[in-house]
C-alpha cells in the first residue's frame, strides 16, 4: 500500500509540472480548400533521407470521401509545404479518414483510422504508399466516431491508443489495449470517459476528443474542438488528459487532476503530433482551409 501510495504521489506530481501553458508558434497555411483539411498527423523521415523521423516531416490523413479528393499526403512543419500522397493502386478509396500513426521501431509502417473505426496498415518508403492489410479496432460501441489513433510502447508494451470524439453532453471514450501486430488484434481493452470544459462541457457542437498522441512516458494529450458546421466560428484547445502505465500485466489510465485549457485556438484543431521540438497541432478549418503551428514551453 506505502509503495501505491507512493507512486501514486510521484504521478500526480509529474503531471501537475507539466500541467503548465503552452507557448505558440505563428500560423503556417498548408491549403486554402476545403479538401486540404487536416485530420491527422504523424512525424516519418523524409523522403530521400535518413530512414528516421527528422522532426520536420509529417504524413497527414484527410477525412476526404469523394473519389477525386487526396487521403493522404506528406507536410514540412517549417514552412507548410505539401506533398500528395497516391492511394495503393488496386485498393478502394478509405472513406473519412481521421487519424494517423507511426509504428514505434518501424520507420517505414504506418496506421490510418477512418471514423467507423476502420485502420488501414499502410507502408511508406521512398515517398510511395503500400497497403498491408486492414483491421477494426475492438469493443466498438454503437454510434461512435473515431478521432484518435496513436501506437505507442509503454512500459517496452505496444499499445494502441484509439478515441471516439463524443459529442455535446456525451463523453469522449478513450481506449487502449495491446496490439498483437503479427494478427492485428487488441487485447486487454479498457477504456475512460472524458469531458472537456473548453469549448463546452455540453454544447452539441463540442467533440471532447479531435485528436490524440502519447508519449514515451505514457502522458496522453489530447485536442478538443467546437464544431458548428463549415463556416465556424471555431474554437479549440489542447489538453493533457493524464498518464498510462503498465503494471501487474494491464496499462491503467491515470487522469490529471483535472483538466485544464493548456492553449486555446480559434480554429478547429484535428491533429496532434509530438516530437522534442514541440507538440504540433493541425486544423481543418472546413472552408477555409488548413495550417500547423507547434507548442512549446
Known amino acids: 500500500m506505502t509503495r501505491l501510495l507512493a507512486s501514486g504521489l510521484l504521478l500526480a506530481g509529474a503531471l501537475i509540472l507539466l500541467l503548465l501553458p503552452l507557448r505558440r508558434s505563428p500560423w503556417i497555411d498548408v491549403g486554402s480548400r476545403q479538401i486540404d483539411n487536416i485530420s491527422g498527423l504523424a512525424f516519418v523521415p523524409a523522403p530521400g533521407g535518413s530512414g528516421q523521423p527528422d522532426g520536420n516531416t509529417l504524413v497527414l490523413v484527410h477525412d476526404n470521401k469523394l473519389p477525386d479528393e487526396p487521403r493522404v499526403g506528406l507536410v514540412r512543419r517549417a514552412d507548410g509545404r505539401y506533398t500528395p500522397l497516391t492511394w495503393p493502386a488496386g485498393y478502394a478509396l478509405p472513406f473519412d479518414l481521421e487519424a494517423v500513426t507511426a509504428v514505434p521501431g518501424d520507420d517505414t509502417t504506418l496506421l490510418a ?38 501506437m505507442q510502447r509503454v ?24 496490439l498483437d501486430f503479427d494478427t492485428y488484434t487488441v487485447d486487454r481493452v479498457r ?43 471555431f474554437y479549440s484547445a ?12 494491464q496499462a491503467t489510465f491515470a487522469p490529471a487532476p483535472r483538466l485544464r485549457t493548456m492553449t486555446a485556438f480559434d480554429r478547429k484543431i484535428e491533429a496532434v503530433a509530438i516530437s522534442p521540438a514541440g507538440i504540433v497541432v493541425g486544423t481543418d478549418d472546413e472552408i477555409l482551409g488548413s495550417a500547423l503551428t507547434t507548442l512549446s514551453r
Open 113 to 150: 483510422l477512418s471514423s467507423n473505426g476502420t485502420v488501414f496498415v499502410l507502408t511508406l518508403s521512398g515517398g510511395t504508399l503500400g497497403l498491408r492489410g486492414t483491421f477494426t479496432l475492438p469493443d466498438r460501441q454503437a454510434g461512435a466516431n473515431f478521432e484518435g489513433l496513436r
Open 155 to 178: 512500459g517496452a508494451v505496444p499499445l494502441l491508443v484509439w478515441g471516439d470524439r463524443g459529442t455535446g453532453r456525451r463523453p469522449a471514450r478513450l481506449a487502449w489495449g495491446r
Open 191 to 233: 477504456w475512460a470517459a472524458l469531458q472537456v470544459p473548453y469549448p463546452s462541457s455540453t454544447d452539441p457542437a463540442t467533440r471532447h476528443l479531435t485528436d490524440l498522441d502519447v508519449t514515451t512516458e505514457g502522458d496522453v494529450w489530447i485536442a478538443a474542438a467546437s464544431d458548428p458546421g463549415d463556416r465556424g466560428p
Open 238 to 249: 489542447v489538453y493533457l488528459a493524464g498518464r498510462l502505465t503498465w503494471q501487474d500485466g
